[in-house]
């Protein structure tokens, strides 16, 4: 089980920064990713980080500005959100599949087999 938290309200240029935590699992040997989805909009891809951290990606809306890491021995992986935009405002889901290349990620959803509940970041202007 995989549960978000760390979601909230900020205005236009602040931060937040979203944790993904693991539960009856071990998040070692996944790769994981971070998606996002708003109001009458299909789920988009985030960012995504391979198991072993070394390897990253990033949608071209948010390059530069969130960045994602993982603590594998606190089963928890993070997506530190700067200069956030309205833009940004949808509910961010982390998802993770197993995958024993440790430089490996995954961009698109059907490549995940474990996702969270959600956690609503709403950016005001």
């Known amino acids: 089980q995989l549960v978000e938290s760390g979601g909230g309200s900020v205005q236009a240029g602040g931060s937040l920064r979203l944790s993904c935590v693991a539960s009856?699992?071990?998040?070692?040997?996944?790769?994981v990713g971070w998606f996002r989805q708003a109001p009458g909009k299909e789920r988009e891809f985030v960012a995504a980080?391979?198991?072993?951290?070394?390897?990253?990606f990033y949608a071209d809306p948010v390059k530069g500005r969130f960045t994602v890491s993982r603590v594998n021995a606190k089963n928890t992986v993070y997506l530190q959100m700067n200069s956030l935009k309205p833009e940004d405002t949808a509910v961010y889901y982390c998802?993770?599949?197993?995958?024993?290349?440790?430089?490996?990620?995954?961009?698109?959803?059907?490549?995940?087999?474990?996702w969270g509940q959600g956690t609503q970041v709403t950016v005001s202007s």
């Open positions: 980080i391979s198991w072993g951290g070394g390897n990253t």
């Open positions: 998802a993770a599949v197993v995958e024993w290349n440790s430089g490996r990620y995954y961009l698109t959803r059907d490549e995940y087999d474990y």
């Open positions: 009856g699992r071990s998040f070692s040997s996944h790769a």
